[in-house]
């Protein structure tokens, strides 16, 4: 399969929103040559040009507690609905489940779509990630990673482990 | 039709968060009041204490649809405080920035904000089933303009490229050429939409405002020029606090601004077009004509035309500048701090944004006034509100409501400047 990306959404500086792009650093070196990693902060609209032309992509977001700090979602966007109250953390006009909405209307998603969704404890402008987070964005990371080589070597689809 | 409430708890398709009452007394509307209740995000207290060269990156924060324009209105005071004047390359370099901010805030409001008010649609996504090729055209337009941000700002939300006296870095000619190939292709978006816009049903109000823009001898103005008005008001940028005054409102968090002999008036778009109309290139203003403008615009709802005409323009000057470009000797012109006092306004997409700043002996800041383009127009937002409103009385209660709401949104509002936005309750009695 070509067209690999991976996406670490949250900003760094506010608490468990860095999530998604601490994933994406652990991530370095441990993908196959060829995947794109990056991270997307702000408005979410842009992720459609992000992955125009991959036919892999996996989202890694912050999201609003339901459970607890650090529970793992594992969502296949193309397939599946948002668990009920659980929301990507986004303060913008348009969140993920924005731009995948407009990214089905035009005909626009990638061939697979997968999102891990880490419930986070605080989203506070200079908070520390919270430990039950960070040890979930190793957990992700692993997860990720093994996504990357199932995909880069062919085998159909993504994992569904839960 | 008496004793009738109608609330919106939340506002879409607008930045932030806020509420607005309108109170409509036995068949007439007696008063809209926007009532932003965020709490004050006290940039101004930041910044003093700070280094004068600071600035631009921490107005920056201030919003993350218009951070060039905090840039370019910061750098402008600190340099007009500093006694230096950027010119030449440098200056068309911030210029082609701003057109790149320019181009991603109206290709998103016309497109996904704006334009579902005109077609019946809740919001951008539903309307992208049937209208793909404008969606997509203005989602390309949008790119664009991100992709000129990467290029001069290092990235396209909050840039770090921007310093007092120019940039950190300033890119060779070749690294435009991607992107001037994609400006060409947006110029044919950015027309398709204006055409597209300019079909759409607009509702019949004609405003009074006093319109309030930037004027330039020679250019639109984005980012440099004089403060003139529709009723006679030409003034050099650092007599804005002679003209102009923040008034604290019960209702709201944020200030309202006022001329201070005649009270509310109009900034973005509309007051932009209708002052500088001639200074927009023979062929745009015929194609303007041709889409339904006249040299001037009174109806709000018409703006998003307005918009589109200026998205046709950014794009155009963009690709002029690149055409232009020749790398400066230097990336910046050397500052030296020193004791002094400097206002700087550019015209944001929403409208002109003031800065003002007094600085210490070694540059330090001792005094820091912004006052963006949402605070400027939110008493004409009320105005407009009690016009909409008046006009569209006797229709039912959700209608009034969708009316209200596409009233606030011709503004394009920024409350993430301004402070945040909106619920809208209508009171009946």
């Known amino acids: 399969m070509t067209g690999l990306l991976v996406i670490g959404i949250g900003n760094l500086d506010c608490g468990d929103d860095a999530a998604g792009p601490l994933v994406a650093r652990r991530l370095a070196g441990r993908v196959p040559p060829g995947v794109t990693i990056q991270v997307r902060t702000g408005d979410m609209?842009?992720?459609?040009?992000?992955?125009?032309?991959?036919?892999?992509?996996?989202?890694?977001d912050a999201a609003a507690p339901v459970g607890g700090p650090g529970v793992i979602h594992h969502l296949d966007l193309l397939r599946d609905e948002l668990p009920p109250g659980l929301s990507f953390a986004s303060t913008h006009v348009f969140g993920v489940a924005d731009a995948v909405g407009l990214a089905r209307a035009l005909g626009q998603l990638p061939r697979h779509l997968i999102a891990y969704a880490i419930e986070g404890a605080t989203f506070e402008p200079g908070a520390p990630v919270s430990p039950a987070v960070a040890e979930a964005v190793e957990a992700v990371a692993t997860r990720v990673a093994a996504d990357m080589h199932r995909l880069a070597t062919g085998l159909a689809g993504l994992p569904l482990a839960r | 039709m008496a004793n009738r409430t109608i609330r919106v708890d939340y506002l879409a398709r607008v930045e932030g968060e806020g509420a607005l009452d309108l109170r409509i007394q036995n068949g007439r509307v007696t008063s809209a009041r926007l009532k932003i209740f965020e709490p004050p995000r006290l940039f101004e207290a930041l910044l003093r204490g700070r280094g004068f060269a600071e600035a631009p990156d921490i107005t920056a924060r201030i919003c993350g649809i218009c951070p060039v324009a905090y840039q370019m209105s910061a750098v402008h005071a600190m340099e007009d405080a500093l006694g230096i004047t950027v010119g030449g390359q440098l200056r068309a370099l911030r210029r082609l920035l701003y057109c790149g901010e320019w181009i991603e805030s109206h290709a998103l409001h016309i497109v996904m904000l704006h334009a579902p008010d005109f077609l019946g649609y809740p919001d951008g996504i539903q309307m992208a089933r049937d209208h793909g090729s404008a969606v997509r055209g203005g989602l390309a337009l949008k790119k664009v303009g991100n992709e000129l941000l990467r290029l001069l700002g290092g990235r396209e939300i909050h840039p770090v490229n921007v310093r007092v006296g120019g940039f950190y870095r300033v890119p060779s000619r070749a690294a435009f050429g991607p992107v001037a190939e994609a400006l060409k292709q947006a110029r044919d978006l950015a027309v398709a939409t204006l055409r597209w816009v300019a079909q759409f049903p607009f509702p019949e109000l004609e405003r009074d405002y006093e319109f309030v823009a930037m004027r330039h001898p020679d250019e639109y103005p984005i980012d440099e020029g004089r403060i003139v008005s529709s009723r006679g008001l030409d003034i050099a940028v650092a007599d804005y606090p002679s003209e102009f005054e923040e008034r604290h409102v019960a209702h709201s968090t944020a200030l309202h601004s006022v001329l201070k002999q005649r009270g509310s008036y109009l900034v973005g778009p509309l007051a932009r077009y209708s002052l500088n109309a001639d200074r927009l290139p023979a062929e745009l203003r015929a194609l303007a004509a041709e889409c339904g403008l006249g040299p001037t615009c009174r109806n709000p709802f018409r703006s998003i035309i307005v918009r589109?005409?200026?998205?046709?323009?950014?794009?155009?000057?963009?690709?002029?500048?690149?055409?232009?470009?020749?790398?400066?000797?230097?990336?910046?012109?050397?500052?030296?701090?020193?004791?002094?006092?400097?206002?700087?306004?550019?015209?944001?997409?929403r409208g002109i944004l003031y800065h003002r700043y007094v600085l210490a002996e070694d540059g330090t800041i001792r005094e820091a006034c912004i006052v963006p383009p949402t605070s400027q127009n939110q008493l004409s937002i009320e105005e407009d509100l009690c016009a909409v409103a008046t006009d569209a009385i006797d229709l039912p209660d959700n209608a009034l409501r969708d009316r209200c709401e596409q009233a606030i949104r011709n503004y394009d509002p920024c409350i993430s400047c301004a402070c945040h936005f909106l619920r809208l309750a209508v009171h009946r009695e």
Do not use: K
Not at chain 1, 45 to 60: A, P, R
Not at chain 2, 325 to 342: H, K, N, Q
């Open chain 1, 45 to 60: 609209i842009g992720l459609i040009e992000d992955w125009t032309g991959c036919d892999g992509v996996v989202l890694v």
């Open chain 2, 308 to 349: 589109a005409v200026e998205l046709v323009y950014v794009v155009e000057e963009a690709l002029r500048l690149i055409a232009a470009y020749e790398p400066p000797d230097a990336p910046f012109v050397p500052v030296e701090p020193r004791a002094g006092i400097g206002h700087g306004c550019t015209e944001a997409p």
